[in-house]
C-alpha cells in the first residue's frame, strides 16, 4: 500500500533551539539576580521533563494557553526547586515563556525545505503531531514552514499525547486514510518510532548525531534520506 501522507513531530526533527536549553536557562536567570550552571540545568530539565505528566488536559473547559502555561511553569519549577531561592522567579518565567514562543528563539534544521519541497512534489499529504504547545504553530509560521503542512496536531488540543495512538488516529482520520498509508517521523524511539508502529504506522526514528543506535526499524541521518524509503514501500 503506497504511503499517502508523512507526519513529522517538531522539536527535535524539523525545529531545534538556537542555543541549548540549559544555556538560554541559564542566562535568563542571571537577569534576575539567580546565578546557576548550565550543566546543571540542563540534567534538571532532563530529569523534570521526563516525570512531568503528558502536556494534554482531556475534557478541560479552561483556557488552553492558561493551562499550557501553567505546566511549563510548574516544570521549571521543578528544575529550578533544589538549587536555592528564586525571589524573581515569576518574573524569569514569564520572559523565558514569552522567549520560547518567538521564532527566533528556533532554527530550521538544514535538510528541512529541502525535504519539504520534495515531499509536496510527490503531492503528499504533510502534517505535524507534536507533544508542543500552542506556541508551535506561530513558531512554524515565523520560520516559514507552516505551510507546508494541512494541519499541525498538538497533544494540548488533541487531549492525548504521544506516544498513545490516538494522536496518530485523529491525523489519519483527517485525511481519511489507513494506518499504512502514513509514515511518521520523529527524533525519540518511545513517541515517534513505537507510537506510529503501535497505532500502524511506518515509524522512521530520525538520528542526526549518528550513534548507531541498533534495533530492527527504520533510522535515518537526515530527512532526505526518507525519500529512498517511501520508494520501497
Not at 522539536?11 to 542555543?19: D, E, F, K, S
Not at 546557576?36 to 494534554?56: D, M
Not at 504506522?201 to 530492527?216: W, Y
Request: glycine share 6%; net charge negative.
Amino acid at each position: 500500500m503506497p504511503i499517502k501522507a508523512v507526519f513529522f513531530d517538531a522539536a527535535g526533527t524539523l525545529i531545534t533551539p538556537v542555543r541549548p536549553v540549559g544555556q538560554t536557562y541559564t542566562l535568563l536567570a542571571k537577569n534576575y539576580a539567580m546565578e546557576v550552571s548550565s550543566a546543571e540545568i540542563s540534567e534538571r530539565f532532563r530529569t523534570c521533563f521526563a516525570a512531568s505528566p503528558p502536556l494534554t488536559f482531556p475534557g478541560s473547559t479552561e483556557s488552553f494557553e492558561q493551562l499550557e502555561r501553567d505546566w511549563w511553569k510548574k516544570l521549571v519549577q521543578c528544575v529550578f526547586q533544589p538549587l536555592g531561592q528564586f525571589e524573581q522567579f515569576d518574573r524569569f518565567f514569564a520572559e523565558l515563556f514569552s522567549y520560547f514562543a518567538r521564532p527566533e528563539a528556533w532554527t530550521l534544521y538544514p535538510d528541512v525545505l529541502e525535504t519539504l519541497s520534495a515531499l509536496q512534489k510527490r503531492g503528499l499529504a504533510l502534517d505535524v503531531i507534536s507533544n508542543f504547545d500552542s506556541r508551535l504553530i506561530d513558531i512554524l509560521e515565523g520560520l516559514g514552514i507552516s505551510g507546508c503542512f494541512k494541519e499541525v496536531f498538538i497533544s494540548s488540543r488533541v487531549g492525548h499525547a504521544k506516544p498513545e495512538r490516538q494522536i496518530f488516529e485523529t491525523a489519519l482520520r483527517r485525511h481519511n486514510l489507513a494506518p499504512a498509508e502514513a509514515m511518521h517521523v520523529g527524533d525519540s524511539e518511545e513517541n515517534d518510532l513505537y507510537g506510529a508502529a503501535n497505532a500502524g504506522l511506518l515509524g522512521v526514528l530520525i538520528d542526526r548525531s549518528a550513534s548507531g543506535r541498533s534495533g530492527n526499524y527504520r533510522q535515518v541521518k537526515s530527512l532526505n534520506e526518507i525519500i529512498p524509503i517511501l520508494d520501497q514501500v
